[in-house]
């Protein structure tokens, strides 16, 4: 099952610099689109979402960008640091699915300082 | 900040035993949901559940598996025979409308 697949395993950034993530779908129903971040031992944390009705939404120094046509979305953090090194997760669901999520692989993110 | 908690953090069984994974959702949260995470798999749903009753279910969530929300507060997940494979991290989430809200996890050990 690759309905969401994030095709890089791991990324390594300098500080300050802009870290960006990317996440590729199938599945044309989907149309709620999430980032979590998870470390080791512990559960998957809210970053940001978006609706397909929309094609980028911005919170603080992170924001997503939707590309339905390619059926893309990225996830761009700026400026990058040390504490945002974790294991990004983009995650997607459909209305009439009940609001499951369907998660990528993950892409572990490192930041040097 | 309200959040999900779970319990117990760690849970070793042995094969064919029952255990019940058990979770505190965000208190004002409507929809409950069940995911696991086997080591070095991706997180995979397992079942939604809404006005007392399961939403949604994948393959996975088969006859062993069952969910209840005893009480006002409580959402619990029942493995009736445990096998090997479902050694797993799994994971509570809570949510009012589209973003969920992920517990700490319980880590599931069978033996």
């Known amino acids: 099952d690759q309905q969401v697949k994030q095709n890089s395993p791991s990324l390594s950034v300098q500080e300050g610099r802009i870290s960006i993530l990317n996440c590729d779908y199938t599945n044309s129903m989907f149309d709620y689109f999430l980032w979590y971040k998870k470390y080791p031992a512990e559960g998957p944390t809210f970053l940001i979402s978006i609706s397909s009705i929309k094609d980028k939404n911005e919170d603080g120094r992170f924001t997503v960008f939707l590309n339905k046509s390619a059926k893309h979305l990225s996830l761009h953090i700026v400026p990058s640091q040390p504490g945002d090194s974790a294991v990004y997760f983009c995650a997607a669901s459909a209305f009439n699915a009940g609001n499951m999520l369907t998660f990528g692989g993950g892409t572990r993110l490192m930041v040097k300082p | 900040e309200p959040e999900v908690t779970q319990t117990p953090s760690h849970q070793v069984t042995q094969m064919g035993q029952e255990v019940i994974l058990r979770c505190v959702p965000i208190?004002?949260?409507?929809?409950f949901y069940w995911y696991r995470q086997i080591l070095g798999q991706k997180v995979e749903f397992l079942v939604s559940?809404?006005?007392?009753?399961?939403?949604?279910k994948s393959e996975i969530f088969d006859d062993q598996f069952s969910v209840e929300r005893p009480d006002g507060s409580n959402f619990t997940l029942k493995i009736r025979s445990t096998k090997l494979e479902d050694s797993a991290m799994y994971f509570c989430?809570?949510?009012?409308?589209?973003?969920?809200?992920f517990g700490p996890g319980t880590r599931l050990t069978v033996l």
């Open positions: 989430a809570s949510s009012d409308r589209n973003e969920q809200f």
């Open positions: 559940f809404y006005n007392n009753e399961i939403s949604e």
């Open positions: 208190s004002n949260h409507l929809y």
